[in-house]
């Protein structure tokens, strides 16, 4: 047999084991490569007491990187307390944010900047131990970020003392919905905007969080303006509904 004939013999075995499943080569579909998009991450908590719980939530909600605020009580011992039966508890808010887009560094800055710190037994008008100032903590890196920005306020000015307690957080109650979103309800337009969400919806909205503290104008000028904007542009082409910021 002659050598061409030999090697024609060997390749056609060598195929028909492979047909066979003798032998098994695997391709991959495709060639994987590293995902670019960022890894997901849940939001943080965060909860301070700064005074009313209308005027705190409204605060925080417009700032970006927030993604929901809830009223509520903290701080004390009474269970299932309520808004004419608040007991030792403070009036609260419970931030939900993104760390990758704001810090607990800038939501403590927010905190000191929104409230008088100083006053004692209440803040601004609202007179009584529910309107205390309060950082409440979850955690030894949470405690030190409080911890050195009391101080720095406190070296600010030391003709009276920063009166703002730093406690470990406890159980956190949602208030009643009649105090969600306070600001909010107060402007029936906006409520419109948005679609007239039903409660529960209205409570765990990012956009009805940004649209309190607009409607409380309690957010940063360059946020109130944008929001101001988008709103009078929505108004001005006859959209029906207000769906993001």
């Known amino acids: 047999m002659s050598f061409s004939v030999r090697l024609l013999l060997r390749i056609v075995i060598l195929a028909a084991s492979f047909l066979h499943g003798a032998h098994c080569i695997r391709f991959l579909d495709r060639i994987s490569e590293p995902s670019r998009e960022p890894p997901t991450q849940s939001p943080r908590t965060a909860v301070f007491a700064l005074g009313s719980f209308w005027r705190s939530e409204a605060v925080f909600g417009c700032l970006h990187g927030v993604v929901r605020t809830t009223a509520g009580y903290a701080g004390g011992s009474k269970i299932n307390p ?44 609202d007179v009584g131990n529910q309107y205390r100032s309060v950082i409440f903590i979850n955690g030894t890196v949470e405690s030190r970020l409080a ?68 409607a409380g104008d309690l957010c940063p000028p360059n946020v109130q303006k944008q929001i101001n904007a988008k709103i009078n542009d929505i108004v001005e082409k006859g959209w029906p509904v207000l769906r993001d910021i």
């Not at 406190?154 to 105090?179: L, N, R």
Request: proline residues 4%.
């Open 147 to 214: 911890a050195f920005s009391k101080e720095r306020e406190q070296a600010k000015s030391k003709i009276s003392v920063v009166t703002t307690q730093i406690q470990q957080i406890g159980t956190f109650y949602p208030a009643e919905p009649e105090h969600q979103k306070f600001e909010l309800k107060r402007n029936p337009f906006l409520l419109q905007l948005i679609g007239n969400l039903r409660e529960e919806e209205l409570e765990r909205s990012s956009l009805a969080a940004k649209l309190n503290g607009f």
């Open 82 to 125: 309520e808004y004419r039966s608040i007991g030792d508890h403070a009036e609260s808010v419970q931030i939900e944010y993104d760390p990758r887009k704001i810090s607990y560094r800038n939501l403590l800055d927010v905190f000191w900047s929104s409230h008088d710190s100083r006053q004692v037994f209440g803040q601004g008008p």
